[in-house]
């Protein structure tokens, strides 16, 4: 498959510390590429990173072949590159519909916004009149990952969904949408729900990746778990 998505020794440092360490991914066009790690492992900085809404010390990042890594935000959004937040973007005063017709790049898809996501996220079809503003957590996710997806992605990232909405449900979407042919990067801590519905999958830990490869073989390895609970020394043999 085609590689879409590049990440090459990518790097952030603060306060003389570093955040992400040269990091390096590659997420294939139609494929679910799982990024897993305990709290504080770097995942949401890494999507930040991706979507240009923190900065790098060092390392490259290209769309399609294509160099993003000194784009604005908004370039990489028109390129291609969506997220589905761990906290959501809520506009004040519009309910849900306006919000999701919001993300529509045109009037001719503004139009059918709705109707494109029925069939995805059917518990949409019960609160579109209701502000987003008032929306219970699980809501809200389901409200930007329609959003994201309303972009038109060519990569989606997804972070954090699993410990919202559950595992069973966000399984489900991530397989629905994988069936569609979307390319995705999943950030998540649930190890074994994530890796079960991705191709590949990468590891990270205090910032650095500590670990890659098949689905199958990164569950075989009781080093995952430690490591997602928090152990930062859990891979530290190798």
């Not at 989606?156 to 994988?178: P, V, Y």
């Amino acid at each position: 498959m085609t590689t879409l998505l590049e990440v090459n020794t990518l790097t952030a440092v603060a306060d003389g510390n570093w955040l992400l360490r040269d990091v390096t991914i590659e997420v294939a066009e139609g494929s679910t590429v799982a990024l897993i790690g305990g709290a504080g492992a770097g995942k949401t900085l890494l999507l930040q990173l991706l979507l240009g809404l923190a900065e790098r010390r060092s390392g490259g990042i290209r769309l399609a072949g294509h160099d993003i890594a000194g784009l604005t935000p908004g370039h990489r959004q028109r390129l291609g590159l969506r997220c589905a937040f761990q906290r959501p973007p809520v506009f004040p005063g519009l309910d849900v519909r306006e919000h999701l017709a919001l993300a529509a790049p045109s009037v001719k898809l503004e139009a059918h916004a709705i109707e494109r996501l029925a069939d995805l996220v059917p518990e949409l079809m019960d609160c579109l009149d209701q502000p987003v503003s008032g929306l219970d957590a699980p809501l809200l996710r389901l409200v930007d990952l329609g959003r994201a997806l309303l972009g038109l992605p060519r990569v989606l990232l997804i972070d954090d969904l699993f410990a919202t909405i559950g595992s069973q449900r966000a399984a489900e979407l991530i397989n629905a949408l994988a069936g569609q042919g979307y390319t995705l990067l999943v950030a998540d801590r649930y190890a074994e729900p994530v890796l079960t519905v991705a191709d590949r999958g990468y590891v990270l830990a205090q910032g650095r990746l500590v670990a890659e490869g098949a689905p199958e073989a990164l569950l075989a390895d009781q080093r995952l778990l430690f490591s997602c609970a928090g152990d930062p020394n859990a891979y530290a043999a190798d």
